[in-house]
């Protein structure tokens, strides 16, 4: 398969717990997008690399929120002393910059579920 | 920044019927994308409108980019069993790529 994967799926934690997802991306795909969903709504943007390059973070991104994405590869979202307000869809998606009109298309990973006991 | 609002949230339709999603904006977008999201699923990509009063068919599903590029519509002719999910209009940033989605319209097709 070589679509976006990301690991765990699931993951249930407890209040206060750290936890770290992972992405890996469409091998030659040099952009890498995190979202996060919660139920009833479309994906809210999180983080944006473009290589190793973080270049973007949303206010939503609070300061237990880190991304990495060390090599230009995978990347690794962490959430440090998590809240039950976390809870929600963890996607990622990756693309390769469009060149012409219009932007990229997106490749959406499965996501990972997170549930913050 | 840049908000679509989506509309209906909800649809139950008969098997056969046709089904229209609306994506609206206050600001002009220069570029709409289209999404599809099965139950337990995730995005994915239907297409990409960038031109003004574009008009783009995939077999039943047609797709529309109003004149003024501030709405766009998905319609479908006789749904099917298939059909059913979540439908997302999104706007792509021409710099970074971000994405903006709306909230998205779930159809459920009754057979």
């Known amino acids: 398969d070589t679509g976006v994967s990301q690991d765990p799926r699931h993951k249930i934690t407890k209040r206060g717990q750290n936890v770290t997802f992972r992405c890996d991306p469409i091998?030659?795909?040099?952009?890498l997008y995190w979202y996060r969903q919660t139920l009833g709504q479309g994906p809210e943007f999180l983080t944006y690399f473009q290589n190793e390059a973080q270049l973007e973070k949303s206010r939503l991104l609070s300061d237990r929120f880190s991304a990495e994405r060390p090599k230009g590869s995978f990347s690794t979202l962490e959430i440090q002393r998590t809240e039950q307000g976390d809870s929600a869809m963890y996607l990622c998606?990756?693309?390769?910059?469009?060149?012409?009109?219009?932007?990229?298309?997106?490749?959406f990973g499965p996501g990972t579920r997170l549930t913050v006991l | 920044g840049q908000q679509v609002m989506q509309i209906p949230q909800y649809q139950h339709v008969q098997e056969g019927e046709d089904f229209t999603t609306y994506c609206n904006s206050s600001t002009t977008l220069s570029n709409i994308q289209w999404y599809k999201q099965r139950p337990g699923g995730h995005p994915v990509f239907l297409i990409q409108?960038?031109?003004?009063?574009e008009v783009k068919k995939q077999k039943r599903l047609t797709f529309q980019f109003g004149e003024a590029k501030k709405n766009s519509s998905l319609h479908i002719t006789a749904t099917q069993t298939t059909d059913v999910g979540t439908y997302f209009c999104?706007?792509?940033?021409?710099?970074?790529?971000?994405?903006?989605f709306g909230q998205g319209t779930t159809l459920q097709v009754k057979p």
């Open positions: 409108l960038v031109k003004s009063g």
């Open positions: 999104a706007h792509g940033s021409s710099n970074t790529g971000k994405l903006i």
């Open positions: 998606a990756s693309s390769l910059p469009l060149a012409g009109e219009g932007t990229d298309t997106q490749y």
């Open positions: 091998s030659e795909h040099n952009r």
